[in-house]
């Protein structure tokens, strides 16, 4: 079911981790941004948008990592964009033969590993580096490119709608995820990535994190600070209170603590290593 959270753009939500898919009104048909994780729930999407007369005419994925990187058959053949570090990223993801059946396994536990279709994966045309806008004909989707989570992590903001696309930050059930691979001080990047969308806060009337529920103008502000706080927390070792950790989380979420408790323990043991002040 397709839900309205300002003219022009819908939200579509997936019953795994609460995941949103956006589609936004163009001129000649939609712009449909992460669309979703289970195959029945993205054949609905595609339904959905077809009952509003209108096909999907461009795609993209805010980031790097499987659950925004699906497609299915019914939603057609739209260009399918990404930042260029995000495209490079898949690219060099998908050069393992067995990256597929690796995804399959990572999803074990979670039971849904059949109902996920990886025939279209990952395949994402790489915008130029810095591109400003996605190209397509409707309303400007602004791309803000930052380093924070993956690798090429775009949030988008739809001006003239007063709608932020967020990706995998601004969450109010899932913590910052920072991404403790690929860059060499992600406690930095992550702080950097939410100045740039507080940058852009004032003019947001409604935000749509990649999980968790969508936030009106009042949110905004409020997410990005438990945001900061928690990342800020985690710099300097201590446990961030935070209601989405402990026993605050909400039922069915509970597992974020222990994302929390991974990436403390990973910061401090690389903080020992490399002598980096905190913990
Ligand atoms: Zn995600």
Known sequence: ??????????????????????????????????????????????????????????????????????????????????TARCAATVRDQLSDPGAKAEITAHLGPTGIADQVPLDLYGLITALPAETARI?????????????????????????????????????????????????????????????????????????????????GADQVHARIERDRAYVLALREGHLPSDPRVGPSAKAGWEWVSDVHNGQAQRLARRSERDGTPGF
């Open 135 to 215: 190209p397509w004909d409707g309303p400007h989707v602004r791309i803000i490119e930052h380093q924070a989570h993956a690798p090429g992590h775009a949030a988008l903001f739809i001006e003239e709608r007063g709608v932020l696309v967020a990706g995998d930050m601004l969450s109010d059930v899932l913590v910052p995820m920072l991404d403790l691979d690929d860059t060499a001080d992600p406690i930095e990047d992550y702080l950097a990535a939410l100045r740039l969308l507080e940058g852009v806060a004032g003019d947001v009337d409604a935000l749509v994190p990649g999980h968790g529920s969508v936030g």
């Open 1 to 82: 079911m397709l839900r309205q959270v300002a003219e022009g753009v819908l939200v579509h939500e997936s019953e795994f981790c609460q995941s949103n898919a956006v589609v936004v009104q163009g001129r000649d048909g939609v712009l449909l941004i992460d669309p979703g994780v289970q195959d029945r729930e993205m054949a609905c999407l595609a339904n959905d948008v077809s009952d509003l007369g209108q096909t999907v005419v461009a795609g993209f994925s805010t980031h790097p990592d499987w659950d925004h990187l699906l497609w299915h058959p019914s939603l057609g053949a739209a260009p399918r964009y990404g």
